[in-house]
Structure formats: structure tokens, C-alpha cells
């Protein structure tokens, strides 16, 4: 038996003081463990050892509880409609889109998210998904400033922050944009469909590796972002960058 189990079992029953937990349902908290152990002759080391591993429970506790949330609040979280017109009269689903549909949905399973934002030679927006119980998971997107059209250097940094934080939600909670008639009539699944989170993923893998202006790879591929590509083109445009990479 370990020297914590010993200081908890092998006393003399006047020696123990009571504690009265705070703690809902009437359970120790770690910090009220310690002062309890201290107090019955447990050693400092054993302490430190007994909140170190209630600690790193504590952590996977919340982050199961984070999991379940995120797989709960997708399991509601529908297509997100497409409601703005991009590059070529392509539709898309805007931040605000994306907001109205999932916000009442995360709030009601504990979650919650917001934005990082650091630039040097390139703009990093980091999206950060949280739970109520603690545990919370980052991602990160990159790109330069939108210069493209007759955008000033605000307007350029601007645009670009909104892209970005439109995505790293996205990539955050897997979520995707419904093909509804606008998007068919734009040619949106014309070809068979979009591609796949992978395959974005793979591209704007490419895409950063290649030090490639995402704003104009999406003018190349005539989509208004990476995820709006037709599966059907998914090909050519790794062609394209792995021709860059090499």
C-alpha cells in the first residue's frame, strides 16, 4: 500500500480531523485531500504526488467532456446555406452564416470559441473551440493580406482576417456549407460535389508549403475559398502546387 492509502487508512481514529467539503455531493477536492493528509502525517512528496495525478484527471475528465460536447453540437449542426456571392457570382456561407447556425447549438453543450489573431509576413488567425469544464483545442490558418480588387492595406488585412476565421471555425468543428438550388445553379455540384475536409486540408498543406497567395489560388481555381472546390479539379490543382514545390 502506498504511503497516500497509508496516511488515509493506518491512523488512530482521534487523530482525524473533519473536513467539511465545498465540493458538490459532498466530495474532497484535491486541495481539501492534501490539507486532510497533511494533517494525518502524510509526507510532502506524497502529497505533490496525489495532486499531480488528481490533476492529470481532472484534464482527461474534461476532456471527454469537451469530445462529447463537440460530437453532440454536430450531431445538430446542419449544412450551413449559402448565403453571399463570391468571385464569379460563386455563392458561399459567410461568417455570419456560419454564427447564426452554430452559436445557439455549441452555447447549449457548454462550448464556446473565439480568435488569436498574430501577423508578421503573413496573417495567423487561431481558432479556440472550449468547453465549460476547461479543456480547450486550437487551430491555426495563415495568408497574406488580400490585396486583390482595389482594396486599401486595411481592407487587405480585414479581408483576409474574415477568411480566416471563417475557416479555422470551420476546420474546428468539421463543419461544411449545404449545395442548396443558389449553389447548384452557380455550378457549385455541378461536377460531382466538393472535395473532401482532406483534401482542403492536403491543399492548403501544399498551399502554405509552397508559400503560395491563397487569395490567388482561389482566383486560379475560380472558387471564393480552398473548400468551395469541385472534386473534380481537385487533381490539376495538386499538380499545380506540387509542379511549385518541386
Known sequence: MNTVANALVEHEPTQITPVRSAAPGGAMTPMEMAYHLIQNGADLGSVKE??????ELAADQARMAFEEAVALAKAEIGPVTRNAKGHNDKRYADFAAYARAVDPIITKYGLSYRFRTTQADRITVTCILAHKAGHFEENDLSGP?????SK????AIGSTLTYLQRYSLIQALGLSASNDDDGKAGGIAADGGLITTTQRDNLLRLIDETGTD????C???KVEAVADLLDC???KAVGVLEQRKA
Open 233 to 235: 479539379h481537385y487533381d
Open 145 to 149: 493580406a488580400d490585396t486583390s480588387g
Open 50 to 55: 496525489m495532486l499531480a495525478m488528481s490533476k
Open 152 to 155: 486599401n492595406a486595411i481592407q
Open 219 to 221: 482566383e486560379w481555381a
Open 214 to 217: 491563397v487569395v490567388k489560388f
